[in-house]
Structures are given as structure tokens and as C-alpha cells.
């Protein structure tokens, strides 16, 4: 039995090893965000924009509209709206919207480690509370998550309150149903957080009646919540113009590069070389081994350390199934790569750190010598792969924040000649991160009738269109639609042009 000392010291530990990972975790994540950082994709727009324009004028709408909308800015639609919320706060504040987007990740990041060590802690004890958040949070699939202004940071920190809950505190289905609401608000793919909550909550010890009330109140917070959010979309009839990408060539085509990708994070490696297949597969095996001596030491009851594990595995599948599921019958499009499949091994690294920190006490001095050595070797090579590619960011920036966009002689005119016009692109997602300003997209295609109302509008204002390389979303080629229009070619520069009516003044 533990002396009053050990308690206290147990109880100081509990709290000061998950704050330590917290702050941890928050310096790396505010270097990875460094300027040029962070990184901007066209979805970031969505988000960043809709959180400066409720900031300012308290409605969430994303800096774009279709062609022949009136009002350059459309109601934000296909996106949730929990990021942009929090975006919001810091900007209301007075930050600049990619600072406040840069702010919430580092917030989120400290949540995420502090959330997966605090559940880890009461498991697997100081060992597993540092290694969870250590492989959970410096898997290189992970990491590049972290760089970009995008929902997954945050959602990730929801998701790991919502697993410490149902592991610690199961009885208070309301609690982690909330949270996992939340996370459904900020990112869609969290549905299945909801499906795992209402599963757990049913599958605690009760009466049928209890375990149904309880099942019920788990997923009331995120039905009232996205039910609230489906009615104000229905209201403000939202209808976003978002970013589409190539079809991933069928589900079989999915699943092969899911398939590599969980390799590479079984061996840390921005993709995995043929020569390390066999590794990632002892890497795999390793990881059953862990799963098969930590069920055969336990005793038969159900303690912290199986909750925990359970919840990691019960979202896990719930997570892979919806994935399939969506891949399948949803959206063609969806990709198995380390946006989609993070969620995954955020849980994966947990649950490894976890079982390893339960398991160390009982294992010889060998045993923990190659343990150690094992995990070192994986942690070693993530941190090379993950500095790597973050000086990789930091040297050239990523997406639209990056030197080649931001630091142009177009970026500066666009921001000087260019803000006199109304401006019609096929990517206003770089028009407004290159200006801090809404443009229209342009007709979906060369149609006749589409062509010759577009300009009709296109021709009512002082208006520029501006064609980059590469589409926003799918739209009739830009210097076509200028030829025919006979508009005089403005500005060219690397990836793209600008046209207008007439010649403007210099």
C-alpha cells in the first residue's frame, strides 16, 4: 500500500508531467509556425476568411461568391464552424486572421498533448504519459497537420478530451458528448467521435433504460449542434463556393495508399521505400506483441488502463469504418492520406506509449533496454524527418503564405493597381490571401448563355480577371474567356495573368 508521501507525489506528478508535455508540445508547435509559416491551402480561406469577416461584422461569410452574385462574399457553407469561431476570437483582439489561425494551433496543440498525457498518466504512469504524447504528436503524418491553417490542430485537441473523459469519468456521458460535438462543429470527419460516445455511453453497466438515456444524452449536444448549424445554412442559404479535388483512382487505389501511409508511420518517413516494408511490418507485430502481454498481466476487472485503451480502439474503428464508408458511397474524391488518417495515429501512439509505460515496471533490465532502444530509434527518426521537412517550410513557405506568391512584383500590384477593380479569378483563394480581399469565381464553363451574362456582369463594374495556373475549383479556362471578351492581358508573371477591359494606369 502507498504511503501519504507517494500519493502526494503520485497526485503532483499527475498534474505536472501533462503540463510539462503541454509546454512542450507548445514551443515545437510555435517554431513549426514560425514565419514564413503557417502554411495556407486553399480550404484555409474558408476558414481564415470567415473568421475575419464574423470578427468584424458578426456573420460568418467566406471572401467569395459565385460570378453573378451582388455581394462579393457568400454565407460559409461546407465548412463547420467551429475553427473560424476560434479564429475569430484573437482577431477580434486585433490579431491578423493567419497569426489568430497560427495562435489556436498552438493552443490546441498544448490541449491535444496535455489531454492524451493526463489519460495516459493515470494508465501507464509518468513513462506513458511522456511517450504517449511523444508518439502521438511527433509522427511526421501528424506534424505536417500542424503547419497549415487548416481544422485538424484543433480538432484534435476535442478529440483526445473526448477519450480522456470516456476513460476516466464514464458515467458522465453528457460531459464527453459535449466535447465530442465539438469536435463533429469543427471538423465534419468527427462524426465519429459521436458515434463512439453514444456507443460507449450504451455500453456501461446498467439496465436498458439507463444505458439508453444515457446513449441519448451522448449524442444530444452534437445533434443540437449541428442541427442548430444545418438550420442557420438552410436560413442564410449557404452556398460556398470550396475548393474540389482529382478523384483518387477507386477504393482500391484508396486503401493501397492508406496501406503506405500507416507504413510511414510505423517507420517514421515522409513515404515509405520498398526497402522498409519489412520493417513497418515488424513495427506492426511489435505493437501486437504490446497488445498481447498487456491484456495477459491484467486482472479481470476493468481499470483506467482498459477504458483508456478501449476508447482509443473503439474510435479508432468507428473512425476507419466511416472512412470506408464515405470513400465508398460519399465522396469519390476522398484521399487516404495523413490529413484523413491522422486521427489515427494520434490514437495509435497513444495507445503504444500507454502499454509500454504500464508494462515497463514488470519488464527485466534487457526487456527495457531494447524497449528504450526501440522507441528512441522511432522517435529519433521522426524528429529528422519532421525537421526536415518544417526547414523545408520555413525556407520557402508553403501554399499561398510562401515567398513565390507573397513576395511579387504581381502580389504588389494587385494590391496597389488591382484595388480599384472588382476581380473575377479561378482561385480567390489566392486573390485574397495576396490582398486581404473577396473576389468572384469565374463561369463553371464556356457554355454560350454562361459566357455571355458573365459579361454582362464582368463589364457593369471596373473589373479585373485574374487566372492562375491552378483552379480553385473546376472553371472555364481563364485566357479563353478573356480572348473572347477581346480584354487586354495587364500583368504576367509566373503562375498566371491578369486581364482587363482597358489599359491601367501603372
Known amino acids: 500500500m502507498e504511503s501519504r508521501l507517494q500519493v502526494a507525489a503520485r497526485q503532483t506528478l499527475a498534474r505536472v508531467v501533462p503540463l510539462a508535455m503541454a509546454f512542450v508540445a507548445g514551443l515545437l508547435a510555435f517554431w513549426i509556425t514560425a514565419a514564413p509559416g503557417p502554411g495556407l491551402e486553399?480550404?484555409?480561406?474558408?476558414?481564415?476568411?470567415?473568421?475575419?469577416?464574423?470578427?468584424?461584422?458578426?456573420?460568418?461569410?467566406?471572401?467569395?461568391?459565385?460570378?453573378?452574385?451582388?455581394?462579393?462574399?457568400?454565407?460559409?457553407?461546407?465548412?463547420?464552424?467551429?475553427?473560424?469561431?476560434?479564429?475569430?476570437?484573437?482577431?477580434?483582439?486585433?490579431?491578423?486572421?493567419?497569426?489568430?489561425?497560427?495562435?489556436?494551433?498552438?493552443?490546441?496543440?498544448?490541449?491535444?498533448?496535455?489531454?492524451?498525457?493526463?489519460?495516459?498518466?493515470?494508465?501507464?504512469?509518468?513513462?506513458?504519459?511522456?511517450?504517449?504524447?511523444?508518439?502521438?504528436?511527433?509522427?511526421?503524418?501528424?506534424?505536417?497537420?500542424?503547419?497549415?491553417?487548416?481544422?485538424?490542430?484543433?480538432s484534435y485537441a476535442l478529440l483526445a478530451i473526448t477519450l480522456g473523459l470516456m476513460a476516466a469519468r464514464p458515467e458522465r456521458a453528457w460531459a464527453y458528448g459535449l466535447t465530442a460535438g465539438l469536435a463533429n462543429l469543427v471538423r465534419y470527419a468527427e462524426i465519429a467521435s459521436v458515434v463512439s460516445v453514444v456507443v460507449w455511453a450504451f455500453a456501461q453497466p446498467a439496465g436498458w433504460k439507463v444505458r439508453l438515456r444515457r446513449a441519448a444524452l451522448a449524442g444530444m449536444p452534437a445533434l443540437v449542434l449541428q442541427g442548430a448549424w444545418l438550420a442557420r445554412e438552410r436560413l442564410a442559404e449557404a452556398r460556398t463556393p470550396f475548393a474540389t479535388v482529382g478523384t483518387f483512382g477507386g477504393i482500391a487505389g484508396a486503401v493501397g495508399q492508406?496501406?503506405?501511409?500507416?507504413?510511414?508511420?510505423?517507420?517514421?518517413?515522409?513515404?515509405?521505400?520498398?526497402?522498409?516494408?519489412?520493417?513497418?511490418?515488424?513495427?506492426?507485430?511489435?505493437?501486437?506483441?504490446?497488445?498481447?502481454?498487456?491484456?495477459?498481466?491484467?486482472?479481470?476487472?476493468?481499470?483506467?488502463?482498459?477504458?483508456?485503451?478501449?476508447?482509443?480502439?473503439?474510435?479508432?474503428?468507428?473512425?476507419?469504418?466511416?472512412?470506408?464508408?464515405?470513400?465508398?458511397?460519399?465522396?469519390?474524391?476522398?484521399?487516404?492520406?495523413?490529413?484523413?488518417?491522422?486521427?489515427?495515429?494520434?490514437?495509435?501512439?497513444?495507445?503504444?506509449?500507454?502499454?509500454?509505460?504500464?508494462?515497463?515496471?514488470?519488464?527485466?533490465?534487457r526487456g527495457r533496454s531494447a524497449a528504450g532502444g526501440v522507441l528512441a530509434a522511432w522517435i529519433a527518426a521522426a524528429a529528422v524527418v519532421d525537421v526536415g521537412q518544417v526547414r523545408t517550410l520555413r525556407s520557402d513557405g508553403y501554399g499561398y503564405e510562401g515567398a513565390d506568391w507573397q513576395k511579387t512584383d504581381f502580389a504588389q500590384w494587385l494590391r496597389t493597381v488591382g484595388a480599384k477593380y472588382d476581380i473575377y479569378s479561378n482561385d480567390p483563394a489566392a486573390v485574397y490571401f495576396l490582398t486581404g480581399r473577396p473576389s468572384r469565381m469565374l463561369p463553371e464553363t464556356l457554355a454560350p448563355d454562361s459566357v455571355l451574362r458573365f459579361r454582362a456582369v464582368f463589364e457593369k463594374h471596373p473589373s479585373l480577371l485574374v487566372g492562375f495556373q491552378d483552379d480553385y475549383r473546376q472553371s472555364a479556362t481563364p485566357a479563353v474567356l478573356a480572348r473572347q471578351y477581346g480584354l487586354w492581358k495587364l500583368k504576367e508573371f509566373d503562375y498566371g495573368t491578369a486581364w482587363g477591359v482597358r489599359v491601367l494606369p501603372r
Do not use: K, N
Open 42 to 154: 486553399p480550404d484555409s480561406m474558408s476558414y481564415a476568411g470567415s473568421a475575419e469577416w464574423f470578427a468584424r461584422h458578426g456573420t460568418l461569410a467566406v471572401p467569395t461568391a459565385y460570378w453573378w452574385e451582388s455581394d462579393s462574399t457568400s454565407a460559409l457553407g461546407s465548412f463547420p464552424p467551429g475553427y473560424p469561431l476560434a479564429i475569430s476570437v484573437p482577431v477580434a483582439l486585433g490579431v491578423a486572421p493567419v497569426q489568430a489561425a497560427r495562435l489556436v494551433i498552438v493552443l490546441a496543440t498544448m490541449l491535444t498533448a496535455w489531454a492524451l498525457a493526463s489519460a495516459a498518466f493515470a494508465a501507464g504512469g509518468s513513462i506513458g504519459a511522456v511517450l504517449a504524447a511523444l508518439l502521438a504528436l511527433l509522427a511526421p503524418g501528424v506534424v505536417t497537420q500542424h503547419w497549415i491553417v487548416l481544422s485538424e490542430p484543433l
Open 258 to 365: 492508406g496501406i503506405s501511409r500507416v507504413g510511414a508511420w510505423l517507420v517514421p518517413s515522409a513515404a515509405l521505400p520498398d526497402s522498409m516494408i519489412p520493417l513497418a511490418v515488424l513495427a506492426m507485430l511489435a505493437v501486437l506483441w504490446l497488445v498481447h502481454r498487456t491484456i495477459s498481466v491484467r486482472v479481470p476487472q476493468i481499470g483506467i488502463l482498459e477504458r483508456w485503451l478501449l476508447s482509443l480502439l473503439l474510435f479508432s474503428g468507428v473512425y476507419a469504418g466511416i472512412l470506408l464508408f464515405s470513400r465508398t458511397f460519399v465522396g469519390g474524391e476522398i484521399e487516404f492520406d495523413d490529413r484523413i488518417l491522422s486521427p489515427l495515429y494520434i490514437c495509435g501512439g497513444a495507445a503504444v506509449g500507454t502499454m509500454v509505460g504500464y508494462l515497463w515496471d514488470g519488464w527485466t533490465g
